[in-house]
């Protein structure tokens, strides 16, 4: 699935259809012919990935091939969906990062239509806005390693924008991706820092006798980018002088991920697909789930360069890409990167923003699930409750969410159907940055607003999957 600047012929009818087509939900036997030709089609069933030299992943995914096709639809430009479940469970495909109405968005919470065991769901749907956006099983997997974003059902949406700028020569897609997953008891957690560290020692201070200890955390035996591990695959090929336009796509069911290129500068123009204020040049991306990073490369240092993790066990079992300039060969290098720490403000900008409306604090707790189950994810004090009522919000009311994270584990939260501006990371004030998924990393403060132009189900979650499955998720119901 690198590069393309051509549209796929799939969507080559999309912009003869009208937008009088409404939703079509036949939900009915595959056997059933659908009328007239999808702009796109999804056909979920078991497929085999071969990740390495002999070594060959048994898992489910779309149209046969890990990641899914791209799809490449054109901003505002209605397109018929045609979904196909060739499995024994029933699958919601969400349309991540797009806002389109909570019936196709594919979420069980926002009561989405599900694509039925061996059945077919047909819908039009709209895309906007424009940028990089993906497609992903959204079940839940509680304890099923074999499910939902586990699975290799992920891949690339592209809305173009009416215009775009388009200044580069190569267009490369790459998403991460983690394999065989198994329960472990080792927390994988970054360095804290003094702040950090203090609240841990605090919450350690406080703890009773008869807390539990941590439950279940995952770990992977193998890691992907585009389905292959590292050397394994075909490499990014660049010629000097180029610029080369990537985008990146965390697709990990439970992974925040850095990634480098040695001897190369990322100038990072938009993050989760919007444009951002201000691109800056930074040496290691970090992409919490879900999260995408688009980031142009000029290609200056010829060689054979490793594109990768710096963490050197997961960069072994598999996690990086070759880049390979023209009429370069010998062995990929890696050098291993400076440390920086992330900052989502520097991209934004400073800028007086208008008060919100309403301020809504949601406050990120943990409950240990002891040796051996699972630890239990609080907002508010509260785990997701699908008996109680959405809290409702209204539409082009300004609500400022205020994500606070009393645990010392790192949370890329996510709104559905919506867009957020973040205006204070980490105490600091920013504006411009809009996204749909932001990490807050242990004993965080982030701050984002948000006005949905869209009434209905409105889900809010933790994209680690784990944590949604164990309580860590939150039902809005935006009315009029
Ligand atoms: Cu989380």
């Given at each position: 699935m690198e590069s393309s600047h051509s549209r796929r012929s799939f969507l080559s009818g999309a912009a003869a259809l009208g937008a009088g087509l409404l939703l079509d939900a036949c939900q009915r036997a595959p056997e059933t012919p659908a009328e007239g030709p999808a702009d796109v089609t999804l056909r979920i069933g078991p497929v085999l990935v071969d990740i390495a030299k002999d070594h060959t992943i048994s898992t489910v995914g779309y149209n046969g091939s890990v990641p899914g096709p791209l799809i490449r639809l054109r901003q505002g430009v209605p397109a018929t969906i045609d979904l196909f479940n060739d499995t024994d469970i029933p699958e919601f495909v969400h349309w991540h990062g797009l806002s389109v109405p909570a019936n196709i968005d594919g979420a069980e919470e926002e009561k989405s239509l599900p694509v039925p065991a061996h059945g077919?769901?047909?819908?039009?749907?709209?895309?906007?806005?424009?940028?990089?956006?993906?497609?992903?099983?959204?079940?839940?997997?509680?304890?099923?390693?074999?499910?939902?974003?586990?699975?290799?059902?992920?891949?690339?949406?592209?809305?173009?924008?009416?215009?775009?700028?388009?200044?580069?020569?190569?267009?490369?897609?790459?998403?991460t991706h983690e394999w065989e997953p198994f329960y472990t008891t080792a927390e994988m957690e970054e360095e804290p820092d003094a702040e950090q560290r203090a609240r841990m020692a605090a919450q350690k201070a406080a703890q009773k006798p008869d807390d539990k200890p941590n439950g279940w955390e995952i770990g992977y035996q193998k890691f992907t980018i585009n389905g292959k591990c590292l050397g394994f695959g075909e490499p990014v090929r660049v010629k000097p002088g180029q610029r080369v336009l990537f985008h990146f796509l965390n697709a990990s069911a439970t992974e925040n991920i850095q990634l480098a290129l040695p001897g190369h500068m990322f100038q990072i123009v938009a993050l989760d697909g919007n444009p951002v204020p201000h691109p800056q040049l930074v040496e290691v991306l970090e992409l919490g789930t879900a999260e995408r990073i688009d980031a142009v490369v000029e290609m200056k240092t010829p060689g054979v360069w490793i594109l990768g993790t710096?963490?050197?066990?997961?960069?072994?079992?598999?996690?990086?890409?070759?880049?390979?300039?023209?009429?370069?060969?010998?062995?990929?290098?890696?050098?291993?990167?400076?440390?920086?720490?992330?900052?989502?403000?520097?991209f934004g900008e400073t800028r007086t923003l208008p008060a919100p409306d309403e301020t809504i604090p949601l406050v990120f707790g943990k409950i240990n699930g002891g040796t051996g189950a699972f630890n239990h994810w609080t907002i508010n004090g509260k785990s997701y409750d699908e008996k109680a009522e959405?809290?409702?919000?209204?539409?082009?009311?300004?609500?400022?969410?205020?994500?606070?994270?009393?645990?010392?584990d790192a949370h890329p939260v996510h709104l559905h159907r919506n867009s957020f501006e973040l205006t204070n990371v980490h105490g600091n004030p920013t504006a411009g940055v809009l996204k749909d998924v932001v990490v807050l990393k242990g004993f965080k403060k982030i701050e984002a607003d948000f006005t949905s132009s869209?009434?209905?189900?409105?889900?809010?979650h933790c994209h680690q999957q784990l944590h949604m499955d164990y309580g860590f998720k939150l039902l809005f119901n935006v009315v009029s």
């Open positions: 077919h769901l047909r819908y039009q749907l709209t895309p906007q806005p424009a940028g990089a956006r993906w497609v992903h099983s959204h079940v839940m997997a509680m304890s099923d390693v074999n499910r939902g974003t586990y699975t290799g059902q992920f891949g690339f949406v592209y809305v173009e924008p009416k215009s775009n700028p388009g200044q580069y020569d190569q267009e490369i897609f790459l998403a710096p963490m050197d066990d997961d960069r072994r079992d598999g996690m990086g890409i070759v880049v390979e300039y023209a009429g370069q060969k010998g062995q990929p290098r890696w050098i291993k990167p400076q440390k920086k720490p992330w900052d989502y403000a520097a959405p809290r409702v919000l209204h539409m082009g009311k300004r609500y400022r969410l205020i994500f606070d994270n009393q645990t010392d869209m009434e209905g189900l409105t889900l809010f």
